[in-house]
């Protein structure tokens, strides 16, 4: 059995201590499975189930009131996501037609 290399120092020379992983050279330790957790990517979906990437362009699925604001993003208006933050809700850092920069949920959006 081999081990993956050593995510601190890139070692090859990985022994295993019961659940732990040990690296000789740099002394780093750790779980295996939280390493697996580690390489899965963080995707979000929009409102069919599609997966967005930044730079996408999306349009709202619905209307969505701006929190601490009586403006209403209308079903239809266009945005282009800038990032994508791993969390809860509010994943998007959208720029929204008309509205300016502000963090939209991915499910409330569908890709244009
Ligand atoms: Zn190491």
């Known amino acids: 059995m081999s081990f993956p290399p050593c995510p601190q ?5 990985i022994y295993q ?5 040990i690296c000789p050279e ?13 390489e899965k ?5 929009d ?3 599609t997966l967005l990437n930044e730079g996408d362009k999306v349009t709202m699925s619905k209307d969505l009131k701006i929190k601490a604001s009586s403006q209403v ?3 239809g208006t266009k945005a ?25 949920t991915a499910k409330f959006v569908k890709k244009a």
């Open 41 to 45: 990517p963080f995707t979000v979906k």
């Open 17 to 21: 201590d019961q659940s732990l992983l």
């Open 80 to 104: 282009v996501i800038r990032r994508i933050i791993e969390g809860k809700d509010h994943q998007l850092d959208c720029k929204v037609d008309g509205a300016g920069e502000m963090m939209i």
């Open 73 to 75: 993003l209308k079903v």
């Open 47 to 49: 409102s069919n189930g």
């Open 9 to 13: 120092c890139h070692s090859q020379f």
């Open 26 to 38: 740099c002394a780093h330790e750790w779980n295996p499975s939280d390493s697996i957790d580690e």
